[in-house]
Nanobody
């Protein structure tokens, strides 16, 4: 099993910055993709950014140029640096990791979520 602990959420004014962290513990061998998702009230959960083991990243169009995802494989931690925050970025942010022990299937694990609130 893998446990994910998120931190770094909070209240910030529009234009400000926050940095989210998500640390994995437990059975961390085989972790590959890591990512961040968010869910605003009344909306579906959506992808924010992902990062592969080789460092290739993918971003939602709405956050390109403002958010940066990174990872520290030695610490089994993924980060999300969020700059130029907008009120529409307000949501609960979740980290997700995929883990696979070859030749078995991949399993996904979710964090508990951290609230990000951007005020105008």
């Amino acid at each position: 099993q893998v446990q994910l602990v998120e931190s770094g959420g909070g209240l910030v004014q529009a234009g400000g910055s926050l940095r989210l962290s998500c640390a994995a513990s437990g059975s961390t061998s085989g972790i590959n993709n890591m990512g961040w998702y968010r869910q605003a009230p009344g909306k579906q959960r959506e992808l924010v950014a992902t990062i592969r083991n080789d460092g290739v990243t993918n971003y939602a169009d709405s956050v390109k140029g403002r958010f940066t995802i990174s990872r520290d494989n030695a610490k089994n931690t993924v980060y999300l640096q969020m700059n130029s925050l907008k009120t529409e970025d307000t949501a609960v942010y979740y980290c997700k990791i995929l883990r696979r022990i070859w030749p078995g299937p991949s399993y996904e694990y979710w964090g508990q979520g951290t609230q990000v609130t951007v005020s105008s």
